[in-house]
């Protein structure tokens, strides 16, 4: 059997946005709410959903270009903005930014599609495909999060916080510790959370510094750089909200649930032994996204590639600092502010280590190594999630025994991704060689 061509699987997967945009707006538009088409309208012609969202794809758009052209592309998308959220706060409407940002970034892709040549024509189209789907993944996100309530009206949050019991209750102690340190620390990490496209961003820039770099006159892309990882984590993960559909702490177990919650216990109290767990009705609008941990996921891989450069050679220690930051800051506000249990961060953590161990090195291909740390990924994965579902009493009656495993069973994988990936960087290093960024 023949694989397609790379310029086939590149036309199939351009052509599978499109209808993957309209197959979720007809499904937004059937059930009221706002559809992926509509928000991307709204990024034109309206009020932008998110200020920084699109000025992040904007950002990784501008890694094809040269410096010249960056510097008129940002003055041109600066003015609109100005322009455009003056005429917005002028009528009465919020003050916000994006506007300007997108349709820089869309007549950034048809100057570039109709009067560059060569080399700058597919640097410049190539980074503006990838800000463009950054932004339009948020957009696919936020449907995808009404989609869960729509699959279903039960949530099976009991078993979960039954097998948390086994990680020490980590959503209650962290949650009662923030609320001891005042409200810097928790508006902190609030933006931390929400942005975390923004700090992939930072990364993924960075990595891709010396695409249009006068010294890369081949103009060549390195083999895997972060929003490879973002994306493909963004579609394989949220397929399993459907399979397991959790809402979190702070709705199962809190206020916020709207009188559907077990009772009002996080994060002061924790809920009395739970020896019948089972699945428990919701409401039809609180999204079931919480197994796996899409921003324990992410954050990973922010950190992974906050370590070291596409060739192999180490990162800048301001570089390495950050991403160390962001994902400790990320998995203490998914703790802390209840919208995620420990279990989750741990299957989040697990996934992304999977899907980085298929991307990473492509030129090393599917060598005995790759297959093992993949095969060995995916099976911890299903293994936790039977566990959290089938096992939680087992984990609640034995804490420490269950506990140790756990981790352990996750440390001894983590070791291993580390063995496969890190631990010889000169031999990383060597697949990457001839695709590497020319210095």
Known sequence: MRWPSSRTRRVLAVAAVPLLLLVLQIVASRNGFEGPLQSVWHDYFGTPKSMSMPWAGLALALVGLSWRRRFVTLAVAIALDVVIAGTRVALGG????????????????????LGWEDRDKRNALHAAALGALLILATKVGDVWLHVTVMAGPNVLDRYVALADRALGEPAWTVARILDSLGPVPPAILHWVYIELPVGAMVIAVWQLRHVAAASNRAGVWPSHYLVRTFLVLG???????LLFPVVGPMFAFAPDGHGLQIGNFWPHHVPPFDHAPAAMRFDAFTPRNCMPSMHAAWSTSIFLHSRRDVDGSPAPRWLRWGGAFWVLATLTATLGFGYHYGSDLIAGAVLCLTVESVLRAPERGWDRARILIVAAGATLFAVLLLSFRYLPLWMAQHPVPAGL???????????????????HPALAGSDNKDSALAR
């Open 405 to 423: 495993i756990l981790l352990l069973l996750v440390a001894a994988y983590a070791r291993a991704f580390y063995n496969t990936w890190f631990a």
């Open 94 to 113: 919020p003050f916000t930014f994006g506007n300007g940002a997108v349709i820089t970034l869309t007549g950034l892709a048809l100057v570039a599609w």
């Open 235 to 241: 579609l394989v993960g949220p397929i399993v909200y």
